[in-house]
């Protein structure tokens, strides 16, 4: 009786530090992503010198040591990475990293392991996998999970359209019938459609994606159609012009 009553207290001191030491992580852990937000929104306004981007990136590391399985420090990952991959490359070079896209592409997967439903994610998913060209059956995918869990999310559909139409033509059917769904329905949440239009107007595959909406075709979309005819008018009138 008395070895029982022993053990049973050593099982509960020993769960009870654990649970001290599991909380412990977790609150060094907290308080190293609330600097990393600081130090990224401070390089977001203002910039970090090296120095300080070699900080930032050691208590990344150390954080994701403590919450390793934690999607929102995954997430917090693929944010540093992402805005590391947009400063001067002068600064990377000095700094050596030269693979923040796939590390951000990365930390995308491994976050959506634990988070399979947040649009954000696999926009974020989308993104890397377009800025490292890799025009697959899994960018495919992702676009597809992405328009379909955030249907209403606007900068989540109009990400996919627009990643999309600038790769138009790297995109299989499936990922192009995606593309024109997601401004169909970007352009349907929009109260200002002209500055879509403008968009659009823009891209340099706006020729290709009007060229795909034929009256026969089944990517013959309402708005879209709508938008093309009214381009090609423009551009007849602005042909004749010039032909006066």
Request: aromatic share 8%; glycine share 4%; with cysteine.
């Amino acid at each position: 009786m008395q070895a029982a009553k022993k053990l049973f207290l050593v099982s509960l001191i020993a769960l009870c530090l654990l649970a001290a030491y599991t909380s412990i992580r977790w609150a060094i852990a907290n308080i190293l992503e609330t600097q990393i937000r600081h130090q990224l929104g401070k390089a977001h306004t203002t910039g970090l010198s090296s120095r300080q981007w070699r900080l930032t990136h050691d208590m990344l590391q150390n954080t994701l040591q403590l919450h390793p399985d934690y999607s929102g420090t995954l997430e917090l990952a693929v944010f540093f990475h992402k805005m590391a991959a947009s400063r001067p490359q002068a600064l990377l070079d000095e700094l050596g990293w030269h693979d923040n896209q796939q590390q951000a592409l990365e930390y995308a997967r491994s976050a959506l392991l634990k988070r399979p439903s947040w649009p954000y994610l696999w926009d974020d998913f989308i993104q890397g996998k377009i800025k490292l060209k890799q025009f697959d059956e899994e960018l495919t995918d992702a676009m597809e999970r992405a328009v379909t869990l955030g249907p209403w999310e606007e900068s989540v559909q109009e990400d996919v359209a627009f990643y999309g139409l600038d790769n138009l033509e790297n995109l299989p059917p499936a990922a192009q019938q995606i593309v024109l769904n997601a401004m169909e329905q970007t352009l349907s949440m929009q109260k200002d459609k002209k500055s879509l239009y403008q968009d659009i107007q823009e891209s340099a595959n706006n020729g290709k994606l009007c060229q795909t909406l034929t009256p026969e075709s089944e990517l013959a979309l309402g708005m879209l159609k709508k938008y093309c005819q009214q381009s090609n008018s423009a551009e007849h009138a602005e042909h004749k012009a010039v032909k006066k």
